[in-house]
């Protein structure tokens, strides 16, 4: 039946292999291996998992049983106890990496702080202490809404230390968005900061913060960093200073010990509709998961000092800033503010200084800076790089090769990791010397990772044929459910088939191709139907953006009486490039030659901005809405930048 199938038309079939250089050196080199432990994770993933825990974990008491799967409800490692904090810091105490720095920090304005294992762990014993007297303790919520600064990591840290479930909420965030977080969880303590910096600017993060705590009847107490100085209101009886309170606590904490099932953290992820979803995640499972991924697919070495640009409000900063890469007791390098700021080239100038051998951004932020212009690239060195990394969006294949060139010198391998916020850590993507890469696929399933792309009867589709991509055996650092709403949980991801309770659905589109590597080709509410053939959205992209003319672009579908669906795309151009009539003729047939006719824009329309959230995602739905002449209606309190939503409406 055509329409339970997407109809795939990339054509993007180079092949880049690892070096032999990188292979020699690498923590998993051979592919044999790769295929012997893959097999086995997957066949017997009880034995598998149960390996892995005891290897990666430092348990305060064993498990018994390895997994608990009553459909779509799993446990891992229960009977076990930890501590997540512990296995983030103490393990490293009395060892080579005591006084490796584990945080490298640089602010907007230019500050930098390193702080070693040693100091990391001193400051999080602190905080421990300081929000165990305030009377939060294990199961209680606490909600972190801070700029990308070490107190961040720190916050974190220190609720898992003391089975405190922590929320972060990125500082972008409106009040509102920040009180209805607070409010479904529930939480207790909020821990913020004066302000933080971005595009030399400060963002009054406190004030925020006293707006929407008017509204929510939890919370007792407001801690306060001293980041920018700016003057803010504190309120005696509820707000403190972190500095002070810091101060007081100096005796040595010791952690207790939790169940493996205790939950670690709720993180609010915001569907294209609807409020937005606490996704729960706990605590062996989790870091297991985070900690692995993190050791292979950045075959992650004592000698590196890894760069993740995303920001601890997303799971990207949960698993690869804060718990993978601290549990493999590596040196992190976080950055407070904008990439443009003062110039385009921050981020280059900042792995020249600090000597960065790990980049791990998003599509959207290299598609900002291949914008930029290549100048900006070409003036710093970056020879210290060896790895990059491409999370949160389909990377094209445009893209994938100016980062590879530019950035990488041709050198470094890419890892293009598929996940969500859901499955907890990386789900797909090569391992740097063994996946031979193809630009715009993240190729293969990690370990234990089971995925398949189906039908609407959940039967596996032909190779090169699109469907939906599935996940069909639980794994170790998978969401247990949703914060108060396990119904939704069980609706939202285990309900797409039914009588299939096990199924877990993604809601992202995909192919899986000759050699058996995965595409995603969007998300499955956002595929196309042209002309009686359904295709993904990032198919469309990509061809656009393979233009030279073409910086960003979005596809969407618009009723059309004739043909039902209508091709709709909203393009932004590189510097240089002007709009004319000329151009969308031109882009019209770029479509055209790449994809087919069939799949040439209806409608082209030129604009300063796409809408996007506050981690860099297009927001379709919205340019939906435009397209379709109407009214922007659904939540938008993740919108990015309502000005860009304004210029498309009445422009027409
Ligand atoms: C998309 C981010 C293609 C996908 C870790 C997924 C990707 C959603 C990739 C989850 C990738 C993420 N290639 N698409 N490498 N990585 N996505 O929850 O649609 O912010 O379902 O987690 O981003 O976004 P989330």
């Given amino acids: 039946m055509p329409d339970q199938t997407i109809t795939s038309v990339s054509r993007e079939n180079r092949k880049f292999r690892p070096s032999a250089e990188f292979k020699a050196q690498a923590n998993l080199g051979s592919e044999a291996l790769y295929k012997r432990l893959y097999a086995e994770s997957v066949n017997s993933p009880e034995k598998f998992w149960s390996k892995q825990a005891k290897e990666h974990l430092v348990w305060r008491?064993?498990?018994?049983?390895?997994?608990?799967?009553?459909?779509?409800?799993?446990?891992?490692?229960?009977?076990?106890?930890?501590?997540?904090?512990?296995?983030?810091?103490?393990?490293?105490?009395?060892?080579?990496?005591?006084?490796?720095?584990?945080?490298?920090?640089?602010?907007?304005?230019?500050?930098?702080?390193?702080?070693?294992?040693?100091?990391l762990h001193g400051h999080v014993s602190q905080l421990a202490q300081v929000i165990e007297s305030m009377g939060i303790g294990a199961g209680d919520r606490v909600a972190i809404y801070l700029p990308m600064i070490p107190e961040a990591v720190i916050a974190m840290l220190a609720c898992a230390r003391v089975g405190a479930i922590h929320t972060v909420v990125f500082g972008g965030f409106s009040p509102e968005a920040l009180k209805d977080r607070i409010n479904d969880c529930k939480a207790k303590l909020v821990i913020t900061a004066d302000g933080g910096w971005r595009r030399g600017k400060v963002i009054e993060l406190k004030a925020n913060v006293d707006k929407a705590v008017e509204g929510t009847p939890t919370v007792?107490?407001?801690?306060?960093?001293?980041?920018?100085?700016?003057?803010?209101?504190?309120?005696?009886?509820?707000?403190?200073?972190?500095?002070?309170?810091?101060?007081?606590?100096?005796?040595?904490?010791?952690?207790?010990?939790?169940?493996a099932e205790h939950p670690l953290f709720i993180l609010y992820t915001s569907g294209s509709t609807g409020k937005p979803k606490g996704v729960l995640h706990t605590s062996a499972g989790y870091l297991l998961g985070a900690k692995m991924s993190a050791h292979y697919v950045f075959d992650l070495k004592e000698t590196d000092r890894y760069f993740c640009s995303a920001d601890i409000g997303w799971i990207t900063g949960h698993s690869y800033v804060v718990y993978g890469l601290l549990a493999n007791g590596s040196t992190i390098f976080i950055y407070e503010g904008a990439p443009n700021q003062p110039e385009p080239d921050r981020f280059w100038?900042?792995?020249?200084?600090?000597?960065?051998?790990?980049?791990?951004?998003?599509?959207?932020?290299?598609?900002?800076?291949?914008?930029?212009?290549?100048?900006?690239?070409?003036?710093?060195?970056?020879?210290?790089?060896?790895?990059?990394?491409?999370?949160?969006?389909?990377?094209?294949?445009?893209?994938?090769?100016?980062?590879?060139?530019?950035?990488g010198k041709k050198r470094c391998p890419i890892v293009d990791t598929w996940w969500q916020t859901e499955t907890g850590c990386i789900m797909i993507s090569p391992l740097p010397g063994v996946t031979a890469t193809k630009p715009g696929s993240a190729t293969r399933p990690f370990f234990g990772v089971v995925a398949k792309v189906v039908d609407d009867q959940c039967r596996e589709v032909p190779r090169n044929s699109g469907g939906k991509l599935v996940i069909t055996q639980p794994w170790p650092s998978m969401l247990r459910t949703l914060w108060g709403d396990d119904d939704r949980y069980v609706r939202q991801y285990f309900s797409e088939f039914p009588g299939r309770p096990e199924i877990y659905f993604t809601g992202d589109g995909a192919r899986q191709d000759e050699d058996g590597y995965f595409w995603i080709v969007g998300r499955i509410d956002d595929v196309l139907n042209v002309s009686g053939h359904r295709i993904g959205t990032a198919e469309i992209e990509s061809a656009l953006v393979s233009h030279p003319s073409v910086a960003e672009a979005a596809a969407v579908g618009r009723p059309?009486?004739?043909?039902?669906?209508?091709?709709?795309?909203?393009?932004?151009l590189k510097a240089g490039y002007a709009a004319s009539e000329e151009l969308k003729e031109q882009l019209r047939s770029h479509v055209g030659k790449e994809i087919g006719s069939l799949a040439k824009p209806d409608t082209i329309r030129f604009a300063a901005g796409l809408p996007k959230t506050r981690s860099g995602k297009i927001m379709r739905r919205i340019l939906k809405e435009i397209a379709a002449g109407g009214a922007v209606k659904g939540d938008i309190s993740t919108l990015d930048d309502f000005s860009v939503v304004a210029a498309l409406q009445s422009d027409e």
């Fill in 220 to 259: 007792q107490t407001v801690m306060v960093v001293k980041r920018c100085g700016n003057p803010v209101t504190m309120k005696a009886g509820r707000d403190v200073w972190w500095q002070d309170t810091a101060a007081a606590a100096a005796k040595p904490h010791k952690a207790k010990a939790f169940d």
């Fill in 61 to 119: 008491k064993p498990f018994k049983q390895v997994l608990k799967w009553q459909a779509p409800h799993a446990q891992w490692f229960l009977g076990g106890k930890l501590n997540v904090a512990e296995n983030c810091l103490d393990r490293h105490l009395g060892t080579q990496r005591e006084n490796k720095a584990a945080l490298i920090f640089e602010g907007e304005p230019g500050d930098v702080r390193t702080i070693t294992y040693r100091q």
């Fill in 560 to 572: 059309d009486e004739l043909k039902g669906q209508a091709l709709c795309v909203f393009v932004t």
């Fill in 349 to 407: 100038q900042m792995i020249d200084r600090h000597a960065l051998t790990i980049l791990y951004t998003a599509p959207t932020a290299i598609r900002a800076f291949m914008r930029w212009g290549d100048d900006y690239v070409r003036r710093h060195r970056l020879d210290s790089l060896r790895l990059l990394g491409s999370v949160g969006e389909p990377i094209n294949p445009e893209a994938w090769i100016w980062y590879h060139t530019l950035i």
